[in-house]
């Protein structure tokens, strides 16, 4: 199984960034999915996440509202739309994939990918 994370990159305080994470080795629609992030001297943290269907999400409050994650089944991929980011988003994001479940907790993820960095300017 393989999880790419790609899409991230230096962007302004205000401004906008779309994360990708293509899957491969798994049968993407059986999968919940979700986002976490790790700054710098933290413990990583959960973002969003989504079933496998794309019909139920989920947001952690410091995102909700701002960030919008979604789904393709047809190409294998997931994405995180990141709107307004503050510094405070400044991170490692990471995809995961959980078996049938939609779930923020992060040690029910059975795979995960290497990250990409999303650094927010102020």
């Known amino acids: 199984v393989q999880l790419q994370a790609s899409g991230g990159g230096l962007v302004q305080a205000g401004g906008s960034l779309s994360l990708s994470c293509a899957a491969s080795?798994?049968?993407?629609?059986?999968?919940?999915m979700g986002w976490f992030r790790q700054a710098p001297g933290k413990e990583r943290e959960f973002v969003a996440a989504i079933s496998w269907s794309g019909g139920g999400t989920n947001y952690a409050d410091s995102v909700k509202g701002r960030f919008t994650i979604s789904r393709d089944n047809a190409k294998n991929t997931m994405y995180l739309q990141m709107d307004s980011l503050k510094p405070e988003d400044t991170a490692v994001y990471y995809c995961a994939a959980v078996y049938r479940v939609l779930t923020p907790e992060e040690d029910q993820y059975d795979y995960w990918g290497r990250g990409t960095l999303v650094t927010v300017s102020s």
């Open positions: 080795g798994l049968t993407f629609n059986k999968y919940g």
